[in-house]
């Protein structure tokens, strides 16, 4: 069972560039997500998805986009990419609600630097 | 919208003594919270989480507290490892956020030997 596979894991882009973040679960979860960490500003929702066929917007939704067209995929693309977004990315997946011990299930993130 | 703050960023402890870390939330709606530890070069990794009803919950040599009164919450660690150095979150769920969790910034915890 491996849980939440985030590729790749390191990437350097040029600024302008474009690239698709997977991230792929098999815990049969509705709900997946993508963060991206930074330092001393934790973990900010970039974009959710509550099933296939389903995005929405989170907290810094700008300059990225996504899609869910299998339930155990959820890709994070950047069209064109900027040195502001290098940064940590991390995808999680989980049930829907709040189930006592289950929470989020968090991949081991991609570390992604634009120059 | 939620907030959540943590007392400090940064955590130094001898081996084998008892850890204490605390965070803060904003909005007396939230009704579920959760602690995740976050080792670098990894995901975070679920510890253990509380519901509202509840005050207090015991894991391994863990414990989360929950004081609802002045929107409190902590995280006990028992007997701190060096393997538990590592970077602790909290998280909570808000009345208007569905299923999305709300993080912390982060606590960095060092156990020296």
């Known amino acids: 069972n491996a849980g939440v596979t985030q590729t790749p894991k390191f990437r350097v882009l040029k600024t302008g560039q474009s690239m698709t973040l997977l991230c792929a679960q098999d815990?049969?979860?509705?709900?997946m997500y993508w963060y991206r960490q930074d330092p001393g500003m934790g973990l900010r929702l970039i974009h959710y998805?509550?099933?296939?066929?389903?995005?929405a917007k989170g907290e810094v939704p700008d300059g990225y986009n996504v899609s869910r067209l299998k339930k155990q995929n959820f890709l994070l693309g950047l069209e064109s990419a900027a040195p502001s977004q290098t940064s940590v990315y991390f995808c999680?997946?989980?049930?829907?609600?709040?189930?006592?011990?289950?929470?989020?299930?968090f991949g081991s993130g991609t570390r992604l630097t634009v120059v | 919208g939620e907030s959540v703050g943590l007392h400090l960023p940064t955590l130094s402890v001898q081996e084998g003594d008892n850890s204490i870390i605390n965070c803060a939330y904003s909005?007396?709606?939230?009704?579920?919270f959760i602690w995740y530890k976050q080792e670098s070069g990894k995901g975070p990794q679920f510890i253990i989480d509380?519901?509202?009803?509840?005050d207090k919950r015991q894991g391994q040599r863990v414990t989360v507290l929950l004081n609802k009164t002045v929107k409190h919450l902590s995280l006990q660690i028992a007997a701190t490892q060096p393997g538990d150095s590592a970077v602790y979150f909290c998280?909570?769920?808000?009345?208007?956020?569905?299923?999305?969790?709300?993080f912390g910034e982060g606590t960095q915890l060092t156990v020296n030997p």
């Open positions: 999680a997946s989980s049930y829907p609600g709040t189930y006592q011990g289950y929470g989020y299930t």
């Open positions: 815990m049969n979860h509705e709900y």
């Open positions: 998805s509550v099933g296939e066929g389903t995005t």
């Open positions: 909005n007396s709606a939230s009704d579920y």
């Open positions: 509380i519901r509202s009803n509840m």
């Open positions: 998280a909570l769920r808000g009345e208007t956020s569905g299923s999305r969790l709300t």
